[in-house]
């Protein structure tokens, strides 16, 4: 029997670069990959193709409901991002045209 996938997740970390107080660059990179210790998760469906001798199948143990919410949280840390650029580079233009 074909063993079930785990779930696993990227944990990031940010990467500043040397002279970050003078340029203010950063990245983020992937720091590790860990696997999500759950069991597996087991139905009974006797007739389908890949159930067991005693007619269960096990599929990954992926929580819907976790996943819909890291990716409704990245989603909205994206577009704190983006907006946080937007109003930067805003200011930015008119602490320029001050100078003028």
């Given amino acids: 029997m074909p063993k079930p996938t785990k779930p696993v997740k990227a944990v990031f970390k940010s990467v500043y670069a040397d002279d970050v107080q003078k340029t203010g660059v950063s990245s983020v990179d992937v720091?590790?990959?860990?696997?999500?210790?759950?069991?597996?998760?087991?139905?009974?469906?006797?007739?389908?193709?890949?159930?067991?001798?005693?007619?269960?199948?096990?599929?990954?143990?992926?929580?819907?409901?976790e996943e819909l919410v890291e990716m409704l949280e990245a989603s909205r840390q994206y577009e704190n991002n983006v907006e946080m650029v937007t109003t930067l580079r805003g200011l930015m233009m008119r602490t320029i045209s001050m100078g003028k």
Wanted: no cysteine; hydrophobic share 30%.
């Fill in 31 to 65: 720091d590790e990959i860990i696997t999500v210790d759950r069991p597996a998760e087991k139905s009974y469906q006797p007739g389908h193709p890949k159930a067991d001798k005693d007619g269960f199948i096990y599929t990954a143990a992926v929580n819907v409901d």
